[in-house]
């Protein structure tokens, strides 16, 4: 069974900075493509970041390009996004992904992400 937790969220004001993590059981993260979405109420989820297990290539939306960085840790199977120089716009719940093939996966950058975590809220105040 695969989990995904997240953690690392909470408030802070615009120009700050969060570290969110994914912690995975039942997937490895380094043989898996792993992303970052996010989502505000009403609206669709949208990609933050996505890193490919081949190559270690990453794709970055062109909102956060240049203020975010994916990265995993490969022995704790955790997957990480490094978040400066935050805006108000950048407020949502943060959900972590990874590739799966089950009912309703939704394809970015060529994986099919199929297993979600809970979220965990970033709210950034100007």
């Known amino acids: 069974q695969v989990q995904l937790v997240e953690s690392g969220g909470g408030s802070v004001q615009a120009g700050g900075s969060l570290r969110l993590s994914c912690a995975a059981s039942?997937?490895?993260?380094?043989?898996?493509?792993m992303g970052w979405f996010r989502q505000v109420p009403g609206k669709e989820r949208l990609e933050v970041a996505v890193?490919?297990?081949?190559?270690?290539?990453?794709y970055y939306s062109e909102s956060v390009k240049g203020r975010f960085t994916i990265s995993r840790d490969n022995p704790n199977n955790t997957v990480y996004l490094q978040m400066d120089s935050l805006k108000p716009e950048d407020t949502a719940m943060y959900y972590c992904?990874?590739?799966?093939?089950?009912?309703?996966?939704?394809?970015?950058?060529?994986?099919?992400?199929?297993?979600w975590g809970q979220g965990t809220q970033v709210t950034v105040s100007s």
């Open positions: 992904a990874a590739a799966g093939s089950t009912p309703g996966a939704s394809f970015y950058r060529g994986c099919r992400f199929g297993y």
């Open positions: 890193l490919k297990s081949l190559g270690d290539i990453t």
């Open positions: 039942g997937v490895t993260v380094s043989r898996n493509c």
